[in-house]
C-alpha cells in the first residue's frame, strides 16, 4: 500500500473551543506530499468505493488512516447520517464543527442532541476572535460587505486549525447539491489543505438521506421542516421562497457566492478545495 511523504509543519493556536473531548493527537500540522503512485492509490480505492455503501467507505477510511482519520460537520442532514454510522464504526474518531459564532440556536442544540443518542460529542471549534470583536475590527458585520473574507476568517482558517494532526477529513456532500460538489470523488485529494478527502455520501441522492434520518430517527435540524434545505450561519442564510428548487437556493441571497469555500473546485481566490 503506498503512503505519502509527511513534513510536520507547527502553526500557532489561535483557536477556542467548547466541549473538547478527543483533541487532535498534536498541535503540528501534518501535511502530505502526494507522489504520483499515492494519487493513483487513492484514485483506485475511490474508483472501487462508488458502489459502496457509506458505511463499507467510512469502514475503509477508519481502518487506513485510524486516528489521523477526522470528521467537520455543520450538523446538516448528510452529516447527522455520518454520526450516525459512524456511531456504530468508529466513535472515538474526533470529530469538529466551524462554530463561527453565527450559527442558528437550533444547530448548536442539535450538537446536544447528537450526543445524548449517539455518545459522540462534536468538538465547537471557535475563530479567536468573538462577534463583538471580529464586527468591531471590520466596523460592522463584514458578512454584508465581504462574505468571502467573513468565510474564510471564520471557516476555512479554523478548518486548518481542526485538522492538525490528521491525514483524511470527512465531509457530508453530495454529488447532487451543487455544480461544483458534482466532481466529487469518494476518496479524492484535497489540494488546498494537502490531505485526503472523504465524502460517504457523494452518490446518496436527497431521497436516500432523508429515509435514513426517518427510518432510524436520526435527530436533525428543525428548520429543515420550515423551509430550510441548507443551513449555515443565520445572516446569510433564508428559508426559500416560492418557486425555488434548489437546495443551497437560500445561501446567501442576492449575491453569486453558493458556497462558503470549503468545498469549491476554484482556487484562485485561496477558498476553494
Not at 24 to 45: C, G, Q
Not at 232 to 251: I, N
Amino acid at each position: 500500500m503506498q503512503t505519502a511523504m509527511t513534513t510536520p509543519n507547527t502553526l500557532p493556536l489561535h483557536i477556542r473551543s467548547r466541549g473538547l473531548v478527543n483533541p487532535p493527537a498534536n498541535l503540528e500540522r501534518v501535511t502530505l506530499e502526494a507522489t504520483p503512485e499515492f494519487l493513483a492509490d487513492l484514485a483506485t480505492h475511490s474508483a472501487r468505493l462508488e458502489t459502496a455503501t457509506p458505511e463499507e467507505i467510512i469502514t475503509w477510511a477508519h481502518e487506513r488512516f485510524g486516528f489521523e482519520l477526522t470528521m467537520a460537520t455543520a450538523f446538516g442532514p448528510e452529516g447527522c447520517v455520518i454520526l450516525s454510522m459512524l456511531a456504530m464504526i468508529a466513535p472515538e474518531t474526533y470529530v469538529f464543527n466551524l462554530d463561527t459564532g453565527y450559527q442558528f440556536q437550533q444547530t448548536l442544540d442539535l450538537r446536544d442532541n447528537i450526543a445524548e443518542k449517539y455518545g459522540i460529542e462534536v468538538d465547537m471549534l471557535q475563530p479567536e476572535l468573538t462577534v463583538p470583536e471580529y464586527e468591531a475590527k471590520h466596523n460592522g458585520p463584514l458578512y454584508k460587505t465581504n462574505p468571502t473574507q467573513c468565510c474564510f476568517d471564520r471557516k476555512i482558517k479554523l478548518l486548518e486549525l481542526g485538522i492538525q494532526g490528521k491525514s483524511a477529513w470527512m465531509s457530508g456532500i453530495r454529488r447532487d447539491q451543487s455544480e461544483d460538489r458534482a466532481q466529487a470523488s469518494i476518496v479524492g485529494w484535497d489540494k488546498k489543505f494537502n490531505m485526503v478527502k472523504i465524502s460517504p455520501l457523494a452518490n446518496w441522492t436527497k431521497k436516500e438521506v432523508w429515509g435514513r434520518i426517518l427510518a432510524e430517527k436520526v435527530p436533525y435540524n428543525p428548520l429543515h421542516d420550515q423551509g430550510y434545505p441548507s443551513i449555515g450561519c443565520w445572516p446569510c442564510t433564508r428559508a426559500l421562497q416560492e418557486g425555488e428548487t434548489g437546495e443551497r437556493a437560500g445561501r446567501w441571497s442576492g449575491t453569486a457566492k453558493t458556497e462558503c469555500g470549503l468545498h469549491t473546485i476554484q482556487e484562485s481566490d485561496g477558498s476553494g478545495i
